[in-house]
C-alpha cells in the first residue's frame, strides 16, 4: 500500500532556527524490494512537481534509493515476514534545502563502513548518501524505530 501526502505549510516542524517547510510529502511503503522503485519514483514526481531542478531531483533519487535499500535489507534481516513492516519516506522543502528522511522499525544505528572492497555488492550506502549531501544522521523518535535523514542544499 502506498500513501502519498503532498503539504504545503508556512510555519517550521523541528528546530525554531530551522527555515519554515514551503513542502512536505510523506509515502508509506511496505519494506520489500519493490520499495525503493516506488519511493524513487514518488520523489522524482513530488520533486518535479515542487518544480526543483532536474540536477536535484537525481541527486535527490540517488539518495533516496541508498536509503530506502538499507532501510529495507535491514529490517527484512532482523524482522520475520509474519506481519507487515511499513517504511517512511518524508520530504521536506525548506526553500534553500531539501531534508530527506526515512524511517523504519529498526532500533539498530546506520554504521557508516570504512573502506569498502572494489568488487563488494554492498556497504556504499551511506558514504554515498555522505559525498551527495550537505549533512546526514539519524535520530529515535518517540514513537520507536529510527529515522535516518540528510539534508540536500538546492542552491
Known sequence: MLLAVLTPTSKPQGS??????HFVSRLELAAQKDAVRWAR???????SAWRV???????TALIVSELVTNAVQHVIKVRPAT???R???TLRHRGTHLIVEVADPDVRPPLLQGAVAPTAESGRG??????VSKEWGYYFPPTGGKVVWCSLALD
Open 87 to 89: 517504511l517512511a519516506l
Open 83 to 85: 506481519r507487515p513492516v
Open 41 to 47: 519514483r514518488h520523489a522524482n514526481d513530488v520533486l
Open 16 to 21: 525554531a532556527d530551522m527555515p519554515p517547510e
Open 53 to 59: 531542478s532536474s540536477d536535484h531531483t537525481e541527486t
Open 126 to 131: 551511506l558514504l554515498i548518501v555522505e559525498s
